[in-house]
C-alpha cells in the first residue's frame, strides 16, 4: 500500500517518527444537537453517521474531531471523586496531598468544579473554585482557610502553578471546545492506539500556552496526550492520561494522569478514584463563592 497522507500533506506517521501504512476512508461525522454544527473527520476503519457536509480543511477537521469528542462526553450531569496528588522535583523527592473534587455540567456555559485539601494538615480545608466558561476568560477563586479569605485569581495569574503542581490554574477548568482554534494535523498510533493528532490554539490572551498538540484515540474519542507549548513556542510539558474506566456505560474518566515538566525536570501525579456520578450536586448550593467558606 501507499503511505497515507493526511490533509495538509502530511505523511501518517507513529510517534516514533516511522511512516505508517493504510488507506483513508473519509467519512461524515455527528454534530452535536445544540449547535446544529455539520461535522466530519477522517475515519479509519469505522464509518459513523453522515451529515450533508464536508470537512475540506485542516482546520474544519480539526474542529469537527473536537466537536465530537465533546459530544460523546456530554450529559453525564455531576460527579465527586477522589483525587492523590504527587508532586516530584528532578532529584526525585516525593510531596502527597490529598483532595476531593467536584463537578457540575451546567446548561448554558461551562462546566463548573471545586477541589478541596484534604491533606497536609496545614492545607486542609484550602479549596479552589472555578467557573468555566465558553466564551471570555474563566473565573477562579481561593479559599484560604488560616486567613479565612476567598482570593479572586487574576486572568494574568492563571498561567501559574497549582499548589507548587505542574498544572497550571488553567489546566483545572474544563475544556470547552470554544476556548481554541483547532488544525488537523495527522494520524498516528500511540501505545497501541490510532489516533487523530490535532493543533489546538488558545484564544484566551491570558493563557500560559501559545499551542497545544493532542492525540485524541479513534475508536473512543478519549485523550491519551498533550503536548504544551509555552510563550516563547517551546515545548514545556507532557500531558498523559491512562486507565480509561467506563461509567453509565458512556462515559469515559482515566485513573492517572502524568504531567512532566521538559524545562525543570519536576512532574506531577494525579491518582483518580471512587468516581461518583449523579450524587445530587445542586449548582448554586454547591458551587458558589459563599459555599467555600462552608466547606469540609
Not at 490572551?205 to 509555552?230: A, L, N
Request: glycine letters at 8%; hydrophobic letters at 35%.
Amino acid at each position: 500500500m501507499a503511505t497515507q497522507r493526511a490533509i495538509g500533506g502530511s505523511e501518517r506517521r507513529d510517534v516514533r517518527g516511522d511512516p505508517a501504512q493504510g488507506r483513508t476512508c473519509r467519512a461524515l461525522i455527528g454534530a452535536r444537537a445544540f449547535a446544529g454544527t455539520a461535522l466530519s473527520a477522517i475515519v479509519l476503519g469505522v464509518l459513523v453517521p453522515a451529515l450533508p457536509v464536508l470537512a475540506d480543511t485542516p482546520e474544519e477537521l480539526g474542529l469537527a474531531i473536537a466537536e465530537e469528542a465533546d459530544r460523546r462526553d456530554s450529559g453525564w450531569g455531576d460527579l465527586l471523586v477522589g483525587m492523590t496528588m504527587i508532586n516530584r522535583n528532578r532529584l526525585g523527592d516525593e510531596f502527597v496531598r490529598e483532595m476531593r473534587f467536584r463537578i457540575i455540567e451546567t446548561a448554558s456555559d461551562g462546566d463548573k468544579s471545586l477541589i478541596v485539601f484534604d491533606s497536609p494538615k496545614d492545607q486542609r480545608g484550602t479549596a479552589l473554585l472555578s467557573y468555566a466558561h465558553k466564551i471570555g476568560t474563566d473565573d477562579q477563586w481561593l479559599y484560604l482557610p488560616a486567613l479565612k479569605r476567598v482570593k479572586k485569581i487574576a486572568s494574568s495569574n492563571r498561567s501559574g502553578p497549582f499548589a507548587s503542581s505542574e498544572f497550571a490554574y488553567e489546566d483545572l477548568t474544563s475544556q470547552e471546545v470554544e476556548k481554541y482554534s483547532y488544525r488537523f494535523v495527522e494520524e498516528a498510533r500511540l501505545d497501541g492506539h490510532a489516533c487523530f493528532i490535532i493543533e489546538r490554539t488558545p484564544v484566551d490572551r491570558f493563557s500560559g500556552y501559545t499551542r497545544q498538540v493532542v492525540w485524541i484515540d479513534k475508536r473512543e474519542y478519549r485523550v491519551q496526550k498533550i503536548e504544551y507549548y509555552d510563550r516563547k513556542h517551546a515545548l514545556l510539558k507532557t500531558l498523559m492520561m491512562d486507565g480509561y474506566v467506563k461509567y453509565k456505560d458512556q462515559f469515559w474518566r482515566p485513573e492517572r494522569m502524568f504531567m512532566e515538566n521538559h524545562q525543570t525536570g519536576r512532574s506531577t501525579d494525579l491518582h483518580w478514584h471512587g468516581y461518583r456520578f449523579d450524587s445530587g450536586l445542586d449548582e448554586n448550593r454547591d458551587f458558589s463563592t459563599n459555599s467555600l467558606r462552608r466547606v469540609r
